[in-house]
């Protein structure tokens, strides 16, 4: 198959679709032609995800790839409080990649995920990549004119709250990284009195490769007008929680024994000299929300949207630039010791 074959197949896969009918013009021109719609503002994010720095290859099945390609740029999007519609997506692959069934599986995980929120693939680039795969995910959303909910206006007194639990996907980056491998999708147990320690690292790697972006969260907190600011977890609790405070000249603190830990880091990284709590604090890649909610909101947020609760983890202060964590009578200073690509 050739390269215009390719995007014909992925053409008509889209097409078939029919998630949005603003896409005037898609896949097969120049350039995509979307009809804009009065009294709401466009939300674009874009992400890059590199062989080797972002995934590792041997450790990452196509599908699941081309799930978290499409996660990732949906989180941004729900991290604004917007809704998501259209994605484009670049792609770069080696000539002997391009061979194999990989694009093929790529695209069923990105089509899966993609039908699951309604949007449309409307358009990308494929090129021969002489570096590994390379991927640019774009993603774009829509939320009403001034509704979305930024970094920068979180205000003193305002609780903070985290979606999801955290410090799962850190923990499978671990164990990715210890030669832990995914097994068949569906072979993991649910009930719990049968769940046995593979269960819980196949959850975990589970995690790290199949992030669950909360765009119904995102959705309700924009609409309902309920965060007054927020930010998506990709970097960790501790580095998105100073981005957050510094954005909004203001500072937080928080509780550790209010982390929503996950269950299966506490299960098996407790027993393995893994400090779950660091795992939650300074792991990255959970892709929760992390959320301000003014005090006279808080009794309108709802328990759960799409199946996932939040917890109250602490509170901004007027200190700015002082992000703290109580843990029992101590108070730490809550340095950022999430991801960086370049660290200085
Ligand atoms: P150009 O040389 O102008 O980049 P292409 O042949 O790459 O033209 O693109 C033609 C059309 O195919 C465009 O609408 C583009 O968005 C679409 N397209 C190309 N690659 C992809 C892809 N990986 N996914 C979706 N659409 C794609
Ligand atoms: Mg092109």
Redesign the pocket.
Known sequence: MNE?DF?ES??SQANSRKHSTRVLT???????IISQSPGRDLIVTTDLLIEGVDFHRNATPGALLGHKALAVSLSDVAAMGARPFWS????GLSREEWSTTFKDEFYEGFFALADHFGVT?A????SESRQGIIIDSIVLGEVASGAAVKRSTARPGDQIYVTGTLGGAAAGLKLIELGARVSEPGAVATGPSERTDDDAIQTLLVRQLRPQPRVGWGIVLGEQQLASAMIDLSDGLSSDLNHLCKESNVGAVIDAAAIPLDEDVRHLCGRRALDPLALALHGGEDFELLFTVAPENVTRLPKKVDGAAICRIGEITDQMGSVKITEQNHVWDLRPGGFEHFPS
């Open positions: 215009f995007i992925l053409r898609g896949i097969g021109d120049d350039a995509s484009f997506l670049a792609i693939l358009g990308g680039d494929i």
